[in-house]
Nanobody, 128 residues
Framework: QVQLVESGGGLVQAGGSLRLSCAAS????????MGWLRQAPGKEREVVAA????????YYADSVKGRFTISRDNAKSTVYLQMNSLKPEDTAVYYC?????????????????????WGQGTQVTVSS
């Protein structure tokens, strides 16, 4: 069984930064794609960023390109999301996700990816 625990969310002013962390436990996740999804009130959950097992392939939604950076530390079973130049429209619950169906894939999953295990989510609120 996989457990994912997010941390680092909070309230920040527009233009500010936050760093989200996701710690995994229960089994090693070094061979699997991981990423971050978000869901704003009244909207569908969407993938924000994803990373393949080695960290050599990354995906970003157009809305966050150039502002967010995803990374992973397989030795610590942790994935990160550095969020800079935050905007009010980034306000959402952010979920860490892993996909056990995508083992050692070359390319990071992209648009439409949902993962198959998720954390409980962490709230990010950006004030204008």
């Amino acid at each position: 069984q996989v457990q994912l625990v997010e941390s680092g969310g909070g309230l920040v002013q527009a233009g500010g930064s936050l760093r989200l962390s996701c710690a995994a436990s229960g089994r090693t996740l070094v061979n699997y794609a991981m990423g971050w999804l978000r869901q704003a009130p009244g909207k569908e959950r969407e993938v924000v960023a994803a990373i393949n097992w080695s960290g050599g392939s990354l995906y970003y939604a157009d809305s966050v390109k150039g502002r967010f950076t995803i990374s992973r530390d397989n030795a610590k079973s942790t994935v990160y999301l550095q969020m800079n130049s935050l905007k009010p429209e980034d306000t959402a619950v952010y979920y860490c996700a892993v996909d056990l169906r995508l083992t050692k894939i070359r390319a990071a999953p992209g648009r439409g990816w949902t993962g198959d295990y998720w954390g409980q989510g962490t709230q990010v609120t950006v004030s204008s």
